[in-house]
């Protein structure tokens, strides 16, 4: 009786240990306020080629993971060919600019962690080694203007990452990435003009490492990944971790940022980033063009799609890569892709974006 009462005691425990460890919970898409019929139609296009080279498609609505989808295709790993590839809930993949997000994630953590006072801290004050750079209006240089992307600083990325023109391979290249940043010639006025630059992010994340010493992937493990339940990430690099585009993770544990940011930096109770952090984070400051904005590396997109308009907060990344955040809609949608450095098809992540939303009942 007593060996019969031990064992039904250990199998509570384990069930009530298994329960708590269930971080997403699954639903069901015909319970979603999605149209079943329109998102498995979605799912068959994509499977059949009509969205090319897609890697993954899981959508959480309601607080319920309600579709989890991965296909097989062509990719790479920071630009190495991985030939052809079949995807699985397992399986790493390139984030690319999604990193930025993460890396502003971690900003958020070390300023409540204290490490870090303030996103008005000038940058230059944790740079004593380039004081030399620290003139002609760079004095003025705030850790928000390098979280925001209007530090003035010039800097191209509008080309293809194949070329070698391109700022953020010429910073990646360079032997030291955050002087080649700082000291590049500031032709507008901190804050004034919006301009997609990878080497924000790299100043942004030095300042971390600077300020905790760590490099922003061990103190993404440490502070944010572990506490989501991440285990398994990489970060491409050369010396230190490219915080501009080198993170891979799981599709799943992509979502799981993304549902982090949907309960405003709550995880299992636990404030992770300060709510107010992420609610400047997730704000427009600059006006990109007239669907797109911009917060703490955070792409604010507005469009309509059957006449109603929708606002989601994004995480964007080169190929494909997208975490979408509607917080009035209750819902996180993660695509991967391999289609990297081509901008100019037509049935694109944003076209899948909308294809979703024309099933929002």
Same mark, same amino acid.
């Given at each position: 009786?007593?060996?019969?009462?031990?064992?039904?005691?250990?199998?509570?425990?384990?069930?009530?240990?298994?329960?708590?460890?269930?971080?997403?919970?699954?639903?069901?898409?015909?319970?979603?306020?999605?149209?079943?019929?329109?998102?498995?139609?979605?799912?068959?296009?994509?499977?059949?080629?009509?969205?090319?080279?897609?890697?993954?498609?899981?959508?959480?609505?309601?607080?319920?993971?309600?579709?989890?989808?991965?296909?097989?295709?062509?990719?790479?790993?920071?630009?190495?060919?991985?030939?052809?590839?079949?995807?699985?809930?397992?399986?790493?993949?390139?984030?690319?600019?999604?990193?930025?997000?993460?890396?502003?994630?971690?900003?958020? =953590?070390?300023?409540?962690? !204290? &490490?870090?006072?303030?996103?008005?801290? $000038?940058? @230059?004050? #944790?740079?004593?080694?380039?004081?030399?750079?620290?003139?002609?209006?760079?004095?003025?240089?705030?850790?928000?203007?390098?979280?925001?992307?209007?530090?003035?600083?010039?800097?191209?990325?509008?080309?293809?990452?194949?070329?070698?023109?391109?700022?953020?391979?010429?910073?990646?290249?360079?032997?030291?990435?955050?002087?080649?940043?700082?000291?590049?010639?500031?032709?507008?006025?901190?804050?004034?003009?919006?301009?997609?630059?990878?080497?924000?992010?790299?100043?942004?994340?030095?300042? =971390?490492?600077?300020?905790? !010493? &760590?490099?922003?992937?061990?103190?993404? $493990?440490? @502070?944010? #990944?572990?506490?989501?339940?991440?285990?398994?990430?990489?970060?491409?690099?050369?010396?230190?971790?490219?915080?501009?585009?080198?993170?891979?993770?799981?599709?799943?544990?992509?979502?799981?940022?993304?549902?982090?940011?949907?309960?405003?930096?709550?995880?299992?109770?636990?404030?992770?980033?300060?709510?107010?952090?992420?609610?400047?984070?997730?704000?427009?400051?600059?006006?990109?063009?007239?669907?797109?904005?911009?917060?703490?590396?955070?792409?604010?997109?507005?469009?309509?799609?059957?006449?109603?308009?929708?606002?989601?907060?994004?995480?964007?990344?080169?190929?494909?890569?997208?975490? #979408?955040?509607?917080?009035?809609?209750?819902?996180?949608?993660?695509?991967?892709?391999?289609?990297?450095?081509?901008?100019?098809?037509?049935?694109?992540?944003?076209?899948?974006?909308?294809?979703?939303?024309?099933?929002?009942?």
């Amino acid at each position: 009786m007593l060996r019969h009462t031990c064992a039904l005691l250990l199998i509570l425990i384990v069930k009530v240990g298994f329960c708590q460890k269930q971080e997403i919970v699954a639903g069901a898409l015909s319970s979603s306020g999605l149209n079943a019929k329109k998102i498995d139609a979605l799912v068959d296009s994509i499977t059949r080629g009509i969205y090319p080279n897609s890697h993954s498609l899981l959508i959480y609505k309601n607080n319920k993971l309600v579709l989890e989808k991965y296909f097989t295709g062509k990719d790479e790993q920071w630009g190495d060919d991985l030939g052809i590839v079949q995807y699985n809930l397992a399986l790493l993949h390139d984030m690319r600019s999604v990193s930025k997000s993460v890396v502003s994630a971690c900003m958020g =953590i070390a300023i409540a962690q !204290g &490490k870090i006072k303030s996103v008005d801290e $000038k940058v @230059f004050d #944790f740079f004593k080694e380039y004081q030399q750079y620290r003139n002609e209006g760079r004095e003025q240089l705030t850790i928000r203007h390098f979280l925001t992307m209007t530090s003035g600083l010039k800097w191209n990325e509008n080309m293809s990452y194949d070329n070698p023109e391109n700022s953020e391979i010429q910073m990646n290249k360079s032997s030291d990435p955050a002087k080649f940043v700082l000291s590049q010639p500031l032709i507008h006025a901190p804050g004034k003009v919006w301009n997609y630059s990878g080497g924000t992010t790299e100043i942004l994340a030095r300042i =971390i490492e600077k300020c905790t !010493g &760590k490099n922003v992937h061990e103190f993404a $493990k440490e @502070f944010l #990944f572990a506490p989501l339940g991440i285990t398994n990430s990489y970060w491409s690099g050369y010396s230190t971790p490219a915080a501009a585009s080198g993170l891979r993770l799981t599709s799943r544990d992509a979502l799981k940022f993304g549902i982090l940011y949907l309960q405003n930096g709550k995880w299992r109770n636990n404030q992770l980033i300060p709510e107010q952090y992420v609610r400047e984070s997730t704000t427009s400051y600059v006006d990109v063009d007239d669907t797109a904005g911009y917060g703490f590396q955070f792409w604010i997109i507005n469009e309509t799609v059957n006449g109603k308009t929708y606002t989601w907060t994004t995480a964007m990344g080169n190929g494909g890569q997208r975490i #979408f955040i509607d917080q009035k809609n209750n819902m996180v949608v993660v695509m991967t892709a391999g289609n990297y450095n081509q901008w100019d098809f037509q049935f694109d992540s944003a076209a899948i974006i909308r294809s979703i939303y024309k099933a929002v009942e």
